[in-house]
C-alpha cells in the first residue's frame, strides 16, 4: 500500500513540475523562430522631432501584429504606419514585402531600435528586434512627401 501512495505521489509531483516546464520550453523555442527576417531600412529621412524610414522585410509566420515600438535609449516611443489612414488592425500576408514610410519620434542622431509584437498563438506574445539605426538620413527613394 506504501509502495502505491509514493508512486501516486511520485507521478504527481512530476506532473506538477512537467506543465510549468513544458510551457517555459514552448515560450523559448517560439522565441528562437522570428515572424519577420531580412528586415531592412532602405531609406531614413530626418525632420523636426520624427524620422520617416521605409524599407522591405520578409515576413516568413502566419502571426497577428500587435504593435510596433521604437526604444529610444530604454524609452518607448510610437510607430506611425504613414502607409495606412489608421492603426493596423490586420496581419501582412507572408513573403517578401516593402514597407512604410513609418514615422519614428526621435531627434536627429538618437539611436533607435525598432521592436516588432506579434501574436502566433494564445499563450503569449512573440517579441523581436526588428532593426536599428541612427537618426541620420539615408538614402530618399522609398520616401513619400
Not at 513540475?17 to 517560439?30: E, K, M, N, Q, T
Not at 502566419?62 to 510610437?78: G, T
Request: net charge neutral.
Amino acid at each position: 500500500m506504501k509502495a502505491h501512495w509514493l508512486r501516486n505521489s511520485a507521478m504527481r509531483l512530476c506532473a506538477f513540475f512537467a506543465v510549468p516546464a513544458a510551457l517555459v520550453a514552448g515560450y523559448y523555442i517560439d522565441q528562437a523562430f522570428p515572424v519577420v527576417r531580412d528586415f531592412k531600412i532602405a531609406a531614413i529621412k530626418v525632420n523636426d522631432g520624427h524620422v520617416q524610414i521605409s524599407g522591405t522585410m520578409n515576413k516568413v509566420r502566419n502571426c497577428r501584429f500587435v504593435e510596433a515600438v521604437a526604444m529610444l535609449d530604454d524609452v518607448p516611443s510610437e510607430v506611425l504606419f504613414l502607409d495606412l489612414e489608421e492603426r493596423p488592425t490586420y496581419s501582412r500576408v507572408t513573403g517578401a514585402q516593402k514597407w512604410g514610410p513609418w514615422m519614428v519620434f526621435a531627434q536627429p542622431g538618437h539611436g533607435v531600435v525598432l521592436h516588432a509584437y506579434h501574436r502566433c498563438h494564445f499563450a503569449w506574445e512573440h517579441t523581436e528586434i526588428l532593426s536599428s539605426f541612427i537618426a541620420e538620413n539615408k538614402g530618399s527613394e522609398g520616401i513619400k512627401p
